[in-house]
């Protein structure tokens, strides 16, 4: 449930920083991919530092940032790419 959890928290996370940094928005679809795997990227990172997440408040922050920030970093290398 915990994994779930962290993966609609990322594609909510990855469809925000989308929707907030439109700069770096790849797109609905692809902003909710990356988020999906920055949310389960972000909750493995914060339990294997020892960070409890194991509240579902704390999991939906950690997956919803770990979404946003991929996506973010992301849509940098694209634009970089770009240039």
């Known amino acids: 449930m915990e994994l779930l959890i962290s993966l609609l ?10 929707a907030l940094l439109k700069k770096f928005s790849m797109g609905t ?10 949310g389960g990227l972000g909750a493995q990172l914060l339990g294997m ?7 579902i408040i704390g999991n939906i922050a950690g997956s919803g940032v770990g979404g ?7 849509g940098l290398i694209k634009s970089a790419m770009n240039k």
């Open 49 to 55: 530092l020892g960070i409890d997440i194991s509240g």
């Open 9 to 18: 928290s990322g594609a909510v996370g990855g469809n925000v920083a989308g």
């Open 68 to 74: 946003g920030v991929l996506m973010v970093i992301i």
């Open 29 to 38: 679809l692809w902003n909710s991919v990356i988020g999906i795997l920055g």
